[in-house]
């Protein structure tokens, strides 16, 4: 009864000390429903549609031209391999050494002299996600007060990311509407205009959501404005060898600035190219001055993993292992990643003919200039609506669209949906 | 609790180093006096150093580097007692059957695909472990007030929890019992809440402090989160009786302070997976709040694979589902959503009742070996006439045996019988066999009885 009593008066109502909690209102009852994630809602949205004719060009993820769900060949035969003759005992709080080691061929090189310098600090990442996660952490702890600059648009986790890891953003021009393209002299002048030393999020290849990326001579003149101003790059590549089917010609931005002496940081994920979504594999890497360099800040990294899930999980890491680390099976995923990225391009150039068949009045260019997985259509969130409920054509409200969801199937249906909600604009 | 900001200037000696600068220095002849002003106020441009020149090199996790240090050591007769990781008679890792079974199966089936798993993880998965903690007869399933998420194993339940209670609960303290895990304070302050201890270990009589931890639970603030150890306190061994366990209940729920489980060894301590879930189901029978972190990375064997999940269990419904769609927006910028492989594997196996029931005789399997080599590790010392009580051996429960060793006589017994263990004396049972009982004997005897 001293006890109740001595309680404040919001708590005086609610609790019953003899039976336990029985009456006991919610600690949770003032929580708000949250939001439903703006991409992966989509893919919700779709599942419970019943029509026919329904299209999910919403979230990234690759589909045959019958629409399915693609295991690549290589994968399969890794899966092989492993099952059965592997323990799963914990990986090292870094991940797979050997998967790490793969990686960094894949992104800075076969022959990298930074990877014989040891000079990367890398460890396994919980798909680009967890890499971009773990890189924010590190920047908060060691940057305290530094921001992150990222581009108008970028995909909408980068924002919730570097918000939870404590880190501040600010924007710099990207995307150009009315070119749909790249705003390039903007792109210049943020960089220019940031205070010296800024943290720059780039997207190595193929950006997520629009596409629309810089050329070479783009790459090299935004290299050598960010060495003046001395600001960090960190590169999300989410897309290599998905974007032009070659992994090599994906990382040329990357390549850009390592010649140019960048010390850079890198987010890679395997969710798309090596179609492992769900096992969420990918790899954080940091390129420093100096191997002592590198064991510290890979340490450093470690430190911020372990108390977030302990070590990466061990299947998806031993297929990439498997599969980048035999040679027949590398050369299988190199064809089949062409194959992929083939398909994209191919459609990309279909649904363009069409709606210039069907005399759309509108310029339709962005769609075969882009590259990717992603064409930012430039369809309003109204007219998005529109495509969704009266088309049952499901894509994020930005008017970004998964080519990888369109297919010699419904390729004429979108194409006349998109034609219909754009005829009078 | 960060580490200084060390600002060094590193001389730029290195061939790559003159290269950089030679391709620096371009820029310079271009805009001299602009880089000019640009390099003295930059702490981060100066010559191409790194951002994160400043860094230290940080210490080797406590306990995973035993296991590094062991890897390292070239002795035929090491032994590794350090990471709480099953090991067979024969000194080797286990995949359990039932997982090897359900493993063929994935991999020979060609309709199963990788795709995203959703921010909430396998839904079957999530059901099922539900009804593993909570029975599958508990009130708060039938009446959906639990909430369940797939997380990557105890750890980033843990994490995802403390996240979201940072986030929206009002209250920033959780109390730890002292010792407890090693990760527990950096997880919880990383998620932005503040590290509380309450007394649980006695030294004295490598037992329960049940009354300092009473006194303690007394005295903390009305709403704090109390984190409770569900059954095999890590790394004491220690756990509270049943009677024990009903008068901590009717403190907290009489203080409103909020329970939150870490449930990493149902099954593993008991061998039972009911009798082991009894504090928690007790809790739950109430009808009050709490939460829980299950991790499957013991009892199925699956510690690589990341499997584990995080319920919460509300007042209603309608809370629950609110809970849910905020514990969403904690994963998805965290790793966006779990991996399918390890929970696949235990949805399978809880789902399939041959299955489960094999799973259930495995378990005890190894829950009796452990049993087994705390009998015979206390034999042991008892032949040996080691000084000391040494009777916590058996009474303790769970993977782990705080021995009561200080740290030098662990490092001696390293030094001396190459035996790694976690520097505060806890040793993993789960890492004996009866052939290297012995040397264990002989290393606490000799560390014990020699003039440290």
Not at chain 1, 281 to 299: F, H, I, R
Not at chain 1, 367 to 396: A, K, W
Not at chain 2, 121 to 140: E, H, Y
Not at chain 2, 167 to 193: C, D, E, M
Request: glycine share 8%; net charge neutral.
């Amino acid at each position: 009864m001293a006890v109740r009593n001595s309680l404040s008066g919001q708590l005086l109502r609610r609790s019953s000390v003899v039976a336990g909690a029985r009456f006991m209102s919610s600690w949770f009852r003032s929580i708000e429903p949250a939001p439903k994630d703006p991409i992966l809602g989509v893919t919700e949205a779709f599942l419970a549609d019943q029509s026919p004719n329904k299209v999910n060009v919403g979230v990234g993820a690759y589909r045959d031209d019958n629409g399915k769900p693609v295991v690549l060949e290589c994968v399969r035969e890794a899966e092989r391999r492993i099952a059965g003759s592997q323990f799963m005992e914990y990986l090292p709080i870094g991940g797979s050494i050997k998967m790490v080691e793969e990686s960094l061929k894949l992104a800075y090189g076969e022959n990298s002299e930074f990877i014989k310098d040891k000079r990367i600090g890398a460890v396994q990442a919980l798909s680009g996600t967890g890499a971009c996660r773990l890189f924010a952490a590190f920047q908060h702890r060691f940057h305290p007060n530094s921001q992150i600059y990222i581009p108008v648009p970028t995909w909408a986790n980068h924002h919730n990311i570097w918000r939870d890891a404590g880190v501040p953003m600010k924007t710099f021009r990207y995307y150009h509407p009315e070119t749909r393209g790249l705003d390039f002299s903007g792109l210049m002048e943020d960089i220019k205009n940031a205070p010296d030393g800024s943290f720059f999020l780039l997207h190595a290849c193929a950006h997520n959501p629009t596409g629309v990326d810089p050329s070479e001579e783009q790459w090299r003149e935004i290299s050598s404005l960010i060495k003046i101003k001395g600001h960090f790059p960190f590169f999300d590549m989410a897309y290599q060898g998905f974007a032009s089917g070659d992994p090599e010609r994906d990382a040329k931005a990357i390549r850009i600035f390592l010649e140019d002496g960048h010390l850079i940081g890198l987010a890679q994920s395997y969710a798309k190219n090596m179609g492992l979504y769900g096992q969420r594999v990918g790899c954080l890497s940091v390129l420093c001055e100096d191997e002592k360099q590198a064991v510290a800040v890979k340490s450093q990294l470690q430190l911020l993993a372990r108390p977030m899930y302990s070590n990466p999980p061990v299947h998806g890491a031993l297929i990439v292992s498997t599969v980048l680390g035999d040679p027949e099976l590398k050369n299988l995923w190199l064809k089949e990643v062409k194959v992929m990225a083939d398909r994209i391009i191919g459609m990309r150039a279909t649904l363009r003919e069409n709606l210039e068949k069907l005399g759309s009045p509108l310029p339709w260019q962005h769609i075969t200039n882009q590259i990717g997985m992603f064409c930012y259509s430039g369809l309003t969130p109204e007219q998005v609506d529109r495509m969704t409920n009266e088309f049952h054509i499901y894509m994020t409200r930005n008017g970004r669209i998964s080519m990888a969801g369109l297919n010699t199937g419904n390729v004429g249906y979108v194409a006349n949906a998109i034609h219909e909600v754009t005829k009078s604009a | 609790m960060r580490p200084p900001v060390i600002f060094q200037t590193t001389p730029f000696f290195s061939s790559s180093g003159d290269r950089r600068l030679n391709t620096l220095a371009k820029h310079f002849l271009q805009t001299e006096s602009e880089n000019n002003r640009n390099m003295s106020t930059s702490p981060t441009s100066s010559h191409g150093d790194s951002v994160f020149a400043h860094l230290v090199l940080a210490p080797e996790d406590p306990i995973l580097g035993v296991t590094l240090a062991y890897n390292k050591d070239p002795s035929p007769v090491k032994l590794n007692l350090g990471v709480g990781a099953y090991r067979t008679e024969e000194g080797k890792p286990l995949v359990l059957n039932v997982v090897r079974r359900v493993e063929q199966e994935l991999v020979s089936n060609p309709a199963r695909n990788k795709e995203y798993l959703p921010i909430t993880g396998v839904a079957d998965f999530n059901k099922l472990s539900a009804q593993l903690i909570f029975g599958a007869d508990s009130p708060a399933i039938q009446e959906s007030r639990v909430t369940t998420v797939q997380c990557l194993s105890g750890t980033g339940s843990l994490r995802v929890g403390g996240e979201f209670l940072a986030k929206h609960y009002h209250q920033r303290n959780i109390y730890l019992p002292k010792p407890t895990w090693g990760n527990h304070p950096k997880v919880f302050t990383l998620a932005g809440l503040t590290v509380q201890t309450y007394r649980y270990y006695a030294p004295a009589t490598r037992g329960l402090d049940f009354q300092g931890l009473m006194e303690d639970l007394g005295a903390a603030p009305s709403g704090s989160v109390i984190l409770l150890h569900a059954c095999a306190h890590n790394p004491t061994g220690v756990d509270p009786t049943a009677e024990q366990w009903e008068e901590i209940r009717k403190l907290i729920r009489s203080k409103a302070l909020l329970p939150f489980f870490d449930s990493a060894y149902q099954g593993f301590a008991s061998g039972s997976l009911d009798k082991d879930a009894q504090p928690v189901r007790s809790f739950v029978a109430d009808g009050g709040e709490l939460l829980v972190a299950q991790s499957y990375a013991k009892n199925m064997g699956l510690y690589g694979e990341r499997v584990g999940a995080l319920s919460i269990v509300c007042k209603s419904a309608d809370v629950a589902s609110k809970v849910e769609s905020q514990l969403k927006l904690v994963i998805r910028p965290m790793y966006s959503n779990p991996p399918i492989h390890g929970a696949t594997i235990v949805a399978a196996v809880l789902k399939d009742s041959d299955l489960f029931n094999e799973w259930t005789i495995e378990l005890k399997e190894m829950a009796d070996r452990i049993i087994s080599m705390r009998q015979q590790l206390f034999d042991a010392l008892h032949a040996r006439g080691t000084p000391g009580d040494w009777s916590h051996i058996i009474k303790q429960i769970g993977m782990f045996t705080f021995t009561g060793l200080n740290s030098e006589q662990v490092s001696f017994m390293t030094r001396e019988y190459h035996i790694y263990m976690t520097s505060d004396g806890r040793i993993s049972m789960a890492g004996l066999s009866s052939k290297t009982v012995p040397h264990l004997a002989d290393a606490i005897h000799a560390a014990v009885t020699k003039a440290v």
